[in-house]
């Protein structure tokens, strides 16, 4: 619950801290004294969104803070989930800068708006004038009849689901995408990889035959030069073997005289080892020099396709080949897998959707099960409420749809007199009527639900007389299971709370402030008699706010 509430400097109020208690809260003042500001501040501290135009003084910062009694309604796991501190007294704190940007605290750490409206949805139901619209709106609807049914374990496990099942169909629908963008070009890739996989290039070949080309083009050249190069080796006159030999032997002589003469000798004794080696290698390569014209053709042949396919692919190498046929091979590998990768996919899908299914069927069953009991609570209250022949038609429609909150569609029809005819909320109800029923489904979902605090603003709007007791009634009812605070102008509903409030202005110089006070019990006799005569207060306007309060 709220406990207490502290503004500064936001909209006409400089600074204001008031404490906040269980039960019924009243709220009054004067048009335009600034309840309305109040709420604004709440909403603020809360999650809405807010710029600098809300300062008082553009100079200085706004602060709003609220402290709030939350060890009643099991929100440590949320806490928990959100890295916060969790502490049964918590305090929520908002600042807005000059510059207009904000900041959010919770127990003094940082937070986005988005946990702060998380965390108000869990806390505090402000219902302003424009609230009353959402009668006609279907979430609102679903979440009375959900609320009635005890459905949030329910619609939590389902909202999972939901997600995963989007995720999975989203990724179905990318798998059959690429499956249709590919196909269109899987003839071609296939025929271009067939290509390449008949040429079966080898890496480093085209570099082989490009060397083995230039032996056999120029064989005359090199049997010359290499008989040549034997002649020069092993001619046994002048010939580099014998020269050696001779060097060797006149060495080898004068070895034992000196170690630089012994390793001369021996240096001499290698050269000639690897001399009579590369003699032998000359022999050999010249014997295997011979002119193949069926030979040379064959590998030109096969140069040219290689050259062929890598001016077709606009490469420069066998390598880069090798890599584009590897690609192809993944391309049309997918296409030729894609059927069992999507059936994969499709199973994936329908396993969730069984289970989303019967989910969705529980909680319809389940939001079934209670229309028939909800519909007496409301035309109850609403009788009342001075509507005895108020009726409701609702209605659970099962459809193939996957909505946010289910597979139901929701009819939520209404008449408030005896014969009349059933239409949408705010077609056939008037604004009274509205405020009426708002209250009955707001008494409702008090009784359903673990919200701490609720607060009225001017939900009386359109009653008056007997009905506004009624009204009064049902809020001091609803205020022994949670926080009522309600902002009124009538004296009946203002008489019936635990405690009562006045925001009004006060003028300093040339500034205009509003403030906000708890009345004492000689002042609420003083206010609600105002709120009965006006300003020149009667006698009998004070006796009768006298009996109104007792």
């Keep these: 619950m709220l406990t207490s509430l502290s503004i500064k400097n936001y909209a006409l109020i400089e600074e204001l801290s008031i404490d906040f208690h269980s039960g019924l809260s009243i709220i009054t003042g004067e048009t335009g004294a600034g309840k309305s500001i109040l709420l604004g501040a709440l909403g603020l501290v809360l999650g809405n969104r807010a710029d600098s135009s809300t300062l008082k003084n553009s100079a200085n910062k706004c602060v709003v803070e609220v402290q709030l009694g939350i060890e009643k309604y099991q929100l440590a796991s949320f806490f928990e989930s959100q890295d916060l501190d969790y502490d049964p007294t918590t305090i929520i704190r908002r600042e807005i800068l000059p510059s207009g940007k904000s900041r959010a605290f919770v127990n003094d750490t940082p937070v986005t708006l988005a946990i702060l409206n998380e965390l108000k949805v869990k806390l505090i139901d402000i219902h302003s004038q424009h609230q009353t619209l959402q009668l006609s709106d279907q979430d609102f609807q679903f979440q009375l009849i959900d609320a009635y049914a005890k459905n949030t374990e329910k619609l939590e496990s389902y909202k999972r689901g939901l997600h995963q099942y989007t995720a999975a169909k989203k990724k179905l629908e990318e798998l059959k995408q690429t499956q249709r963008e590919v196909n269109q070009q899987y003839d071609y890739n296939l025929h271009i990889y067939n290509e390449l996989v008949e040429a079966d290039f080898k890496e480093g070949e085209q570099e082989e035959i490009e060397d083995r080309l230039e032996k056999l083009n120029n064989v005359e050249e090199i049997k010359l030069n290499l008989s040549e190069a034997i002649q020069l080796t092993i001619d046994e006159q002048v010939g580099i073997q014998n020269l050696l030999h001779t060097l060797e032997n006149r060495l080898q002589k004068i070895a034992p005289y000196s170690k630089e003469y012994e390793e001369l000798s021996t240096r001499i004794t290698s050269v000639k080892i690897e001399l009579d080696d590369i003699a032998g290698e000359l022999e050999n390569a010249n014997e295997g020099v011979e002119f193949d014209p069926q030979k040379a053709e064959q590998l030109n042949d096969r140069l040219q396709v290689i050259y062929n396919v890598q001016k077709k692919h606009y490469v420069n190498s066998i390598s880069e080949l090798l890599t584009i046929q590897d690609e192809l091979s993944e391309k049309v590998g997918a296409v030729e897998n894609a059927e069992e990768i999507i059936l994969d996919q499709e199973n994936v899908v329908n396993e969730i959707v069984e289970k989303l299914d019967e989910l969705a069927a529980k909680i319809s069953k389940s939001r079934k099960s209670v229309i028939s009991k909800l519909k007496k609570d409301l035309e109850h209250i609403l009788s009342d409420l001075g509507m005895p022949q108020a009726h409701f038609a609702i209605e659970i429609i099962a459809s193939d749809h996957y909505y946010k909150n289910g597979k139901d569609e929701l009819s939520f029809l209404f008449s408030a007199n005896k014969g009349g005819q059933l239409g949408e ?81 006060v003028d300093a110089g040339n500034t205009t402030s509003t403030q906000l006070k708890q009345l004492s019990e000689d002042e609420r006799i003083v206010e609600i008699a105002e709120m009965l005569s006006g300003k020149e207060i009667s006698d009998s306007a004070m006796t009768h706010a006298r009996e109104l309060l007792n």
């Design 425 to 505: 909320l705010k077609k056939v109800a008037s604004g009274g009527e509205l405020s009426r029923i708002m209250l009955a489904i707001k008494k409702v979902l008090s009784e359903n639900s673990q919200l701490p605090t609720i607060i009225f603003d001017e939900i009386d709007t359109g009653v008056s007389g007997e009905i506004s007791n009624k009204m009064a009634s049902i809020m001091h009812e609803m205020s022994q299971q949670m926080q009522v605070i309600t902002i009124t102008h009538l004296p009946q509903i203002a008489a019936k709370g635990s405690q009562h409030y006045k925001v009004y202005k």
